[in-house]
């Protein structure tokens, strides 16, 4: 079956600007995890999804929102972009993310100038 | 706060030797995960570790947790140069319960040279 997918790939945004990213599960998963990604930070848990509801959030700024919907497609929000907000935001999917691994997507690679 | 570190964070190996990574953690969880990681690509899956003593095996990887210890080791045996990556721990934060939040360790930099 199809693997997690991410869309847009690449984003050139400019500071002040936001943005919206937008993650499809794989089919029958219910758990939507996002990550951000920067070579100083490394890997980093934004927030995760389970049935539209929102159960655990990182310690990210306010800016960073997120949301999932019924079909269990998520996307992310970053407002007001920051030069410190380029980096690959993943999203992974899993079915029961306390038995199983997350499954990653290809990530967005996000640029803020 | 969770904190879960990796070393070495650089290896270089010559084929056909063996070497371990080591992943340690601070806080109790009965979950963790390694990953691989390309450059410029995402995150694969390589082993789930749920229970304390489990070992799992893969090709030239093996992974084992001691949740008495709080460590994960991955064991690479005769490496060769498609084994050049970046690997990944990652511990489940919500021991008890997972919500699907992981912390990662900083990633071992492999490089596997002829």
């Known amino acids: 079956k199809a693997g997690v997918t991410q869309t847009p790939r690449y984003l050139i945004k400019t500071r002040g600007q936001q943005v919206t990213l937008s993650c499809s599960p794989i089919?029958?998963?219910?758990?939507v995890s996002w990550y951000q990604q920067t070579p100083g930070q490394g890997l980093q848990f934004l927030f995760e999804y389970f049935s539209e509801t929102q159960r655990n959030k990182g310690n990210f700024p306010g800016r960073f929102s997120g949301r999932q919907f019924s079909n269990s497609r998520s996307e992310m929000n970053v407002s007001t972009l920051e030069l410190g907000d380029s980096a690959l935001y993943l999203c992974a999917s899993s079915f029961d993310p306390g038995v199983e691994t997350q499954y990653f997507g290809p990530g967005t690679r996000l640029l803020v100038l | 706060e969770l904190k879960v570190e990796q070393n070495p964070l650089f290896l270089s190996m010559q084929e056909g030797k063996n070497y371990t990574i080591y992943c340690n953690y601070s806080?109790?969880?009965?979950?963790l995960y390694w990953y691989r990681q390309d450059p410029g690509k995402s995150l694969e899956s390589l082993f789930v570790l749920l229970s304390n003593g489990a070992v799992k095996q893969e090709g030239r990887l093996m992974a084992s947790l001691d949740t008495k210890a709080r460590l994960s080791t991955l064991h690479i045996t005769a490496a060769v140069h498609d084994l050049s990556a970046t690997y990944f721990c990652?511990?489940?934060?919500?021991?008890?319960?997972?919500?699907?939040?992981?912390?990662f360790g900083k990633g071992t930099k492999l490089s596997v040279k002829p």
């Open positions: 990652a511990v489940d934060i919500n021991y008890g319960g997972s919500q699907g939040n992981l912390i």
């Open positions: 806080t109790t969880s009965d979950r």
């Open positions: 089919s029958g998963h219910r758990s």
